[in-house]
């Protein structure tokens, strides 16, 4: 298993749900590396099943929401799910403003997203 320095990853069934280790998601090399981490459980770990735990971010910059982008384009490419879950009513707004509320399949909390794989 590898460690992650940006995210906690835990199985639960065939699902891995993925949560932040930074509540503030803004820094460059902090997002570089955050997708790096990403990436390589979809592409490495040839992990198909993604949940996205948003419950500790408080902001998310929007380089960090291209690293999203990305990794739904890495995630659909191997056939797999991604959701989304517990991101705050703030954060939220951007992915509505931007209409990647549209992209991503985003619930309200773990246990809906999980119930939704």
């Given at each position: 298993?590898?460690?992650?320095?940006?995210?906690?990853?835990?199985?639960?069934?065939?699902?891995?749900?993925?949560?932040?280790?930074?509540?503030?998601?803004?820094?460059?090399?902090?997002?570089?590396?955050?997708?790096?981490?990403?990436?390589?459980?979809?592409?490495?770990?040839?992990?198909?099943?993604?949940?996205?735990?948003?419950?500790?971010?408080?902001f998310l910059s929007?380089?960090?929401?291209?690293?999203?982008?990305?990794?739904?384009?890495?995630?659909?490419?191997?056939?797999?799910?991604?959701?989304?879950?517990?991101?705050?009513?703030?954060?939220y707004e951007v992915?509505?403003?931007?209409?990647?509320?549209?992209?991503?399949?985003?619930?309200?909390?773990?246990?809906?997203?999980?119930?939704?794989?």
């Open positions: 298993m590898t460690t992650h320095q940006r995210l906690s990853v835990q199985m639960v069934a065939d699902v891995s749900i993925v949560n932040f280790v930074d509540r503030k998601i803004l820094d460059e090399a902090n997002i570089q590396e955050l997708g790096r981490e990403l990436f390589h459980l979809v592409e490495e770990e040839q992990r198909k099943k993604l949940l996205l735990n948003f419950s500790n971010v408080e929007s380089a960090a929401l291209g690293k999203l982008i990305t990794l739904d384009k890495k995630v659909k490419k191997q056939n797999g799910k991604l959701k989304l879950s517990n991101i705050r009513p703030e954060i992915f509505a403003i931007t209409r990647l509320n549209k992209l991503f399949d985003i619930k309200d909390d773990e246990a809906d997203a999980l119930a939704a794989f």
